[in-house]
């Protein structure tokens, strides 16, 4: 009798054990493991706030294209009423993207470069790096718009480094 009830309780420990198991592994599966970061204004200036997104697997190059779609799309609609927006335009695609080392170049449509004045211009640079590079292995971003690198950016004449360096940039930026 004695066996039987340890045999029970035994039984009754591992289907528990497996029933936590599967619990865990789905809800592991909802969170968030990419942060996009979209434009907000205080009224006087502009500044990043992040939004979690569920990426998915893939490499660093898959995620990038991810990441920059995603910025493109814009922020959800409970993330707009928060005041958040994206300065990257809808129409903005990836080209190529590959990662050498920590340094991801990424080659983006002409119409990344289209449109908007200095704080727009500068907000799409802003999400575009600090998204690129957070979380993740990637520390410095190398930027084409259309197979031609980019050193000064639209009309306005906005110097970036090439490669622009996550380290060499406020954790915060205000512009």
Avoid: C
């Avoid at 004045?117 to 999400?127: A, D, E, I, K, V």
């Avoid at 950016?153 to 360096?165: A, H, K, R, S, V």
Wanted: proline share 5%; glycine share 8%.
């Amino acid at each position: 009798m004695r066996t039987v009830v340890l045999r029970v309780v035994a039984l009754a420990l591992l289907l528990l054990l497996a029933l936590v198991a599967v619990l865990s592994v789905r809800t592991l599966r909802r969170l968030p493991d990419t942060v996009v970061y979209f434009m907000a204004s205080d009224g006087t200036s502009f500044h990043l706030e992040p939004a979690y997104r569920r990426g998915g697997r893939g490499d660093a190059v898959a995620r990038a294209e991810r990441e920059v779609t995603a910025l493109a799309a814009g922020p959800t609609r409970s993330e707009a009423a928060k005041g958040m927006s994206s300065a990257v335009p809808a129409e903005t695609r990836v080209l190529d993207a590959r990662l050498d080392g920590d340094t991801l170049t990424i080659d983006l449509s002409a119409s990344f470069e289209r449109g908007g004045g200095t704080s727009m211009m500068m907000g799409r640079l802003n999400q575009l790096l600090y998204t690129l590079t957070r979380p993740s292995s990637v520390s410095a971003v190398r930027l084409e718009v259309a197979g031609r690198p980019v050193t000064v950016f639209g009309g306005e004449g906005i110097q970036i480094d090439n490669p622009w360096l996550r380290s060499a940039a406020p954790d915060n930026p205000v512009w």
